[in-house]
């Protein structure tokens, strides 16, 4: 069985830019949900969605926003990008979103 | 808010050595603590504790949840230098996001 996919793995961006990054989850799963991870700040949660539906939002502003399509692959932007943006943003898919997520390797984002 | 700490923050064992790792949290609405270990990139499942008390063990590794108190530890016996990792808690908090603590780094000197 496939596990997550994130594309790209690599990264590089000039503030101001905008990217957007992509996951699919494990065959089956419908709970897709998007983390930002930096040294200071640890694993932080930016947003779930389920069955094409936004379920939960993390604290992040609004230039960071998501979808997820009917086949259950999601796709993450984010606008008008800052130096602050740059970060390891990984993917997780769940059955259902209240079990065990499982992983991918993460975009690693690095903003110029 | 939701909360979740880990500790200790960073811990430096000798190979064969036995380590606890502690992970509490503050809740609103508990359902379920997860625990990771990431080593390069993608955080890597290890157990899943709803029920307190019951202890889940997979080979080395075994976790044990306590509602009550509204902690968990991971307990690692004969550590090896592949267990050097940061170890995640993560806690389900009455929806479907999770709140992770900040891990903790563990160094095994061989």
């Known amino acids: 069985k496939a596990g997550v996919t994130q594309t790209p793995r690599y990264l590089i961006k000039t503030r101001g830019q905008q990217v957007t990054l992509s996951c699919s989850p494990i065959?089956?799963?419908?709970?897709v949900s998007w983390y930002q991870q930096t040294p200071g700040q640890g694993l932080q949660f930016l947003f779930e969605y389920f069955s094409e539906t936004q379920r939960n939002k993390g604290n992040f502003p609004g230039r960071f926003s998501g979808r997820q399509f009917s086949n259950s692959r999601s796709e993450m932007n984010v606008s008008t990008l800052e130096l602050g943006d740059s970060a390891l943003y990984l993917c997780a898919s769940s059955p259902t979103g209240n079990a065990e997520a499982f992983f991918g390797q993460g975009t690693r984002l690095t903003v110029v | 808010e939701d909360k979740v700490v880990q500790s200790p923050l960073s811990l430096v064992v000798h190979e064969g050595d036995t380590v606890t790792l502690n992970c509490s949290y503050e809740v609103t609405n508990f359902r379920s603590l997860l625990w990771y270990k990431q080593e390069k990139k993608a955080p890597t499942f290890l157990f899943m504790l709803t029920s307190s008390g019951i202890e889940k063990k997979s080979g080395r590794l075994s976790s044990i949840l306590d509602k009550k108190e509204l902690f968990s530890i991971l307990n690692i016996t004969a550590t090896q230098t592949g267990d050097s990792a940061i170890y995640l808690c993560a806690v389900h908090f009455g929806n479907e996001k999770l709140t992770f603590g900040t891990g903790t780094r563990l160094t095994i000197i061989p």
């Open positions: 065959s089956g799963h419908r709970s």
